[in-house]
């Protein structure tokens, strides 16, 4: 009920490419949806964040797309750039409850 | 702000040996978590503390790992004994809740090699 499944587990997109990371969860008492952004050596930092009474969200090159009904959400990242190369976690956790569960990661290299 | 500090960043140690893992969250945050992250089973949540009480600490693996909060400012992480199946990053992360947001800084890490 907790768990957050996340693919693919690594992605190599060339630069100027798209890419895509797709996250299903089981539990519908989820209602808030943050992706992390981890670069070697580094903590996660939050990159954006989704609530499920939007279809989509988009932050610059960055965009959640969320399905309710499929409980899915994905990550795309348009015009994907070098400098984008680190590993992303999608989550999710419920209104005013902290725990926060974390898919497993999916590892982005943009090559140029 | 200085963001979520840990120490050490580095910790090579041998099996038996007691380690002790810091961190100091971000002032005014009032929720800390601590995660460990391996290759083998990611970001793993270990326990996490509001207003300096433990709300959760079903991912302690098990007795060898304790968790104490003391103060608003500092937190430890202490494994006793150690054990080669230990090795991981631990990661400390601190929040505030904003308007329902739960963003959650993460420090730099802790990187641990037990022998």
């Known amino acids: 009920q907790q768990q957050v499944k996340q693919s693919p587990q690594s992605l190599i997109v060339q630069k100027g490419g798209i890419s895509i990371i797709n996250c299903a969860y089981e539990n519908t008492a989820f209602d808030y949806f943050p992706w992390y952004q981890q670069f070697p050596g580094k903590g996660p930092a939050l990159l954006i964040a989704?609530?499920?009474?939007?279809s989509e969200k988009k932050e610059g090159r960055f965009t959640i797309s969320f399905n309710k009904s499929a409980k899915q959400f994905s990550l795309h990242i348009m015009d994907s750039q070098p400098g984008d190369s680190a590993t992303y976690f999608c989550?999710?956790?419920?209104?005013?409850?902290?725990?926060?569960?974390f898919g497993t990661g999916t590892k982005l290299q943009v090559i140029p | 702000d200085a963001g979520v500090i840990q120490s050490p960043r580095h910790e090579v140690t041998e099996m038996g040996q007691e380690v002790t893992l810091r961190c100091k969250p971000i002032s005014g945050h009032d929720y800390l978590f601590w995660y460990r992250q391996t290759m083998m089973r990611g970001l793993e949540l270990l326990i996490y503390f509001n207003n300096n009480v433990p709300i959760d600490d079903s991912g302690m693996p098990e007795d060898r790992f304790s968790a104490k909060m003391p103060n608003a400012s500092f937190s430890t992480l202490k494994i006793q004994p150690s054990e080669p199946r230990d090795s991981a990053v631990y990661f400390c992360?601190?929040?505030?809740?904003?308007?329902?947001?739960?963003?959650?800084?993460f420090g730099p890490g802790t990187r641990l090699l037990v022998l």
């Open positions: 989550a999710a956790s419920k209104g005013g409850y902290q725990k926060v569960t």
């Open positions: 989704i609530r499920p009474d939007v």
């Open positions: 992360a601190s929040s505030f809740p904003s308007g329902g947001a739960e963003t959650q800084y």
